[in-house]
C-alpha cells in the first residue's frame, strides 16, 4: 500500500485544529480566508492574449462568530480548558518566602 500524498480536512476540521494550535478554549469560531486579486492579459502568443483574473489565497485564519453554523465549531467543545486531575489541588495562591 502507497503512502498517502494528500489530506482533505473540511472547514470545521481546520478550525479546530487551528483553535487547539492556538490554545482558544473559547467562542464560536470559523475559518477565514484572505485573497487577493489581480488583473492581466495572458494567452499562449501575443496574438491569442485575453484578460484574466487572478486569486490568490494570502492568508488562512481564525475569526470569532456570534452563532455557530454548519462551518463553525465552539472551542468549549473542540478544545476545553484542561481541568485539573483528581486528587490534585492548584495552588496559585501560595506564595514562598
Do not use: Y
Not at 34 to 57: E, K, Q, W, Y
Not at 69 to 74: G, Q
Amino acid at each position: 500500500m502507497s503512502e498517502p500524498i494528500q489530506f482533505i480536512f473540511n472547514h470545521k476540521e481546520v478550525v479546530t485544529a487551528l483553535l487547539k494550535h492556538q490554545g482558544i478554549h473559547e467562542g464560536i469560531w470559523g475559518i477565514t480566508i484572505r485573497f487577493r486579486t489581480h488583473g492581466s492579459n495572458m494567452g499562449a502568443t501575443s496574438n491569442d492574449l485575453l484578460p484574466v483574473l487572478i486569486n490568490v489565497i494570502d492568508g488562512i485564519g481564525l475569526c470569532r462568530n456570534t452563532k455557530e453554523s454548519n462551518i463553525t465549531v465552539d472551542a468549549a467543545v473542540v478544545n476545553p480548558k484542561p481541568s485539573n486531575s483528581v486528587g490534585t489541588t492548584a495552588h496559585s495562591d501560595i506564595t514562598l518566602q
